[in-house]
């Protein structure tokens, strides 16, 4: 091989001393290891947050207190939260990112590859400083996962652990996401333009926005929470001057921007799985890119409709409620390009064409919910209730883990060299279908009935549906360990995958030479 300063050889000469074992991990800057590293960190945590749901759901599996005192259960609530959020969605789909992105753009890595190191591993110190705030004196932050004043001001160390930790996982995925922009921005093969990118690299675009433009805000506001706590101010404290709403205002502004930032990849990534087993390309691509945009600009001009109780003007809740009704316009063009894509396509329905279309059914039922809410009259009886946890857990659950497996089945093939257990597969699939409703649609009729969420106990009215919902819950959790085997039969061997698995419409990250070209910024190109 003719020798290239700081070019391809030097990447080869670097092979002869790559650290092994445990120093692999830890060291590498490949966007491959630390893509997979990402996504097994996010199904460690995607556990970790299951189990506390278990205990929420064993608790409210019959009415009175069972299983956990009160204090534990609001611990609980707290926890799952953030680490469904920050521990497990978000890391997932910056692990598709890591993965994916590069070979769909012919890049030889992500651009600044140390720091993607870097990125990866704040998140397990983050992570276990979260948990483990369950053992200090006071326990976890009991507040849910908002982390509302006054009761935030008041609480003990596991408060001052949970902002740290926040801070740390904001820190990570702000980096994760300036790598994610410059690879996409700079390093592009010659003739992609931006708008023939896969569809996947242009929701991972628009959501790095999304992350560089509210995490700082969502610092911001834990961060007046500890001067609130430990240094005399009073952003959030009435009797100092301040005010409790204020805070509402500023986590609002991070957190429904936050919903798009777990949503959009998941967009992505079904919009990637759809073409496939339809045989034919994604319908409306332009109209796609345009409706994203359009969704993630809509975002940061809805917030308050979280908080039309806290007694805001009529009109403040007239806009708020209209600004959040414009968002499902964009949202079902979105809808209409993915039916329009499987319209006479030559459809077949392996795991990742599965996981999908219950995407695509279940998603929509989120939205309808979500429409049902942003109406104030409707939200002000719905507010903190049942209804809410229902809604959110059908764009959290059916929309991003849906498309985060409809991608993984849809990409195992590439990763391991190996096909997945297709009988398996689909096994995860009904079952996680059939379970998710079973836990989730009922506590649509509990808060229609006026049960309060963040409660560990209820009367005896609510009990049947409870207890349908904890079977449910349980029957999920259960489920979600097929998937632990799948992946693990696919990594140890099996069926060799072809170049084109899935013998259709796959894009172009399945065939393009990877590793392309040495052209990372970190090891500059020389000129000749
Ligand atoms: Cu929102």
């Known amino acids: 091989m003719a020798a290239i300063p700081g070019g391809a050889d030097h990447a080869h000469d670097h092979d002869h001393h790559q650290p092994t074992g445990i120093m692999r991990w830890v060291t590498t800057t490949n966007h491959k290891d630390i893509g997979s590293m990402y996504l097994w960190f996010s199904f460690a945590m995607f556990l970790v947050g299951g189990v506390m749901a278990l205990v929420i759901r064993a608790e409210l599996f019959e009415p009175g207190l069972q299983v956990v005192d009160p204090d534990r259960f609001n611990q609980m609530t707290t926890l799952h939260g953030l680490i469904m959020v920050f521990g497990a969605i978000m890391p997932a789909f910056v692990g598709f990112a890591n993965w994916m992105i590069p070979l769909m753009i012919g890049a030889s890595d992500m651009a600044f590859a140390r720091m993607n190191n870097w990125s990866f591993w704040l998140l397990p110190p983050a992570a276990i400083l979260l948990t483990s705030s369950l053992l200090v004196p006071g326990g976890a932050a009991a507040s849910g996962w908002t982390l509302y004043p006054p009761l935030t001001v008041q609480m003990g160390i596991g408060m001052d652990m949970a902002i740290f930790a926040v801070h740390i996982l904001g820190i990570s995925s702000i980096m994760g996401s300036i790598n994610i922009v410059t690879t996409l921005l700079n390093m592009r093969a010659p003739g992609m333009t931006l708008m023939k990118m896969p569809l996947f690299c242009w929701t991972w675009l628009i959501t790095a926005y999304l992350v560089i433009a509210v995490m700082p805000v969502l610092a911001g506001a834990v961060t007046m929470i500890l001067t609130d706590r430990h240094f005399g101010t009073s952003f959030f404290n009435a009797a100092g001057g301040g005010d409790p709403v204020l805070y509402q205002h500023i986590f609002w502004f991070f957190g429904h921007p936050e919903v798009y930032i777990i949503a959009i990849p998941a967009f992505g990534v079904v919009s990637q799985v759809i073409p496939a087993f339809s045989r034919k390309p994604l319908f409306g691509y332009a109209s796609m890119v345009y409706a994203t945009s359009s969704i993630a600009i809509l975002s940061f001009i809805v917030w308050a409709h979280h908080m039309y109780t806290v007694g805001m003007p009529v009109a403040g809740q007239l806009y708020f409620m209209f600004a959040t009704m414009l968002i499902a316009i964009p949202t079902g063009v979105k809808v209409f390009n993915w039916v329009a894509t499987m319209w006479r396509g030559s459809l077949s329905f392996e795991t990742p064409m599965l996981f999908s279309i219950g995407f695509l059914f279940l998603f929509t039922l989120g939205g309808f919910s979500g429409l049902v809410l942003s109406m104030t009259a409707v939200d002000i009886q719905l507010h903190d209730s049942y209804y809410v946890v229902a809604h959110f857990h059908y764009v959290m659950v059916a929309g991003a883990l849906f498309s985060a497996y409809a991608g993984a089945y849809y990409w195992l093939p590439k990763w391991t060299g ?90 172009l990250e399945w065939t393009v030479p990877s590793p392309a070209p040495h052209h990372t910024f970190e090891t500059p190109p020389v000129f000749k």
Not at 432 to 450: E, Y
């Open 418 to 507: 190996h096909m997945y257990d297709e009988k398996l597969g689909k096994l995860h699939f009904w079952l996680s279908i059939v379970f998710f409703n079973m836990t989730f649609f009922v506590q649509h009729f509990l808060g229609l009935a006026g049960m309060p969420r963040r409660i560990p106990d209820y009367s005896l009215q609510f009990a049947e549906f409870n207890m349908i919902s904890s079977i449910g819950a349980f029957g999920f959790g259960l489920s979600q360990l097929v998937f632990l085997v799948v992946v693990l039969k696919c990594i140890k061997g099996g069926e060799k995958a072809s170049a084109k698995p899935w013998d259709g419409a796959e894009g």
